[in-house]
């Protein structure tokens, strides 16, 4: 069964850091782009970072560019995504999802949720004092 797990979610405090892992398991993840999205309360979801196949390409929103590093253990089949600096409008629930480098690379829509073929279950991230 394919799937993907996401971890890492929590409470922390405005400037405070954490780091939120997605494993994946049940298929070949060697053509896959990791993307990971988030979600507030009343909000549209938004696309976050991604990180192509080989871990080579990576792209951040322009709300989290230089707070936010996403990697990739290849042999792991685990991908990470870090953030620090975090700020009260960093809450909500993280995804991260699975798509086929090829079309989202063709296409340029690296946060096109239609494109991802994988969804993990969600993590909530809440930043407060």
């Known amino acids: 069964q394919s799937q993907l797990v996401e971890s890492g979610g929590g409470l922390v405090q405005p400037g405070g850091s954490l780091r939120l892992s997605c494993a994946a398991s049940?298929?070949?993840?060697?053509?896959?782009?990791i993307g990971w999205f988030r979600q507030a309360p009343g909000k549209e979801r938004e696309g976050v970072s991604y990180?192509?196949?080989?871990?080579?390409?990576?792209n951040y929103a322009d709300s989290v560019k230089g707070r936010f590093a996403i990697s990739r253990d290849i042999a792991e089949n685990t991908v990470y995504l870090q953030m620090n600096s975090l700020k009260p409008e960093d809450t909500a629930v993280y995804y991260c999802?699975?798509?086929?480098?090829?079309?989202?690379?063709?296409?340029?829509?690296?946060?096109?949720?239609?494109?991802?073929?994988?969804w993990g279950q969600g993590t909530q991230v809440t930043v407060s004092s």
């Open positions: 990180i192509s196949s080989s871990g080579a390409i990576t």
């Open positions: 999802a699975a798509g086929r480098w090829g079309p989202l690379f063709y296409t340029g829509r690296y946060f096109d949720a239609a494109l991802y073929s994988y």
């Open positions: 049940g298929f070949t993840s060697d053509y896959y782009a």
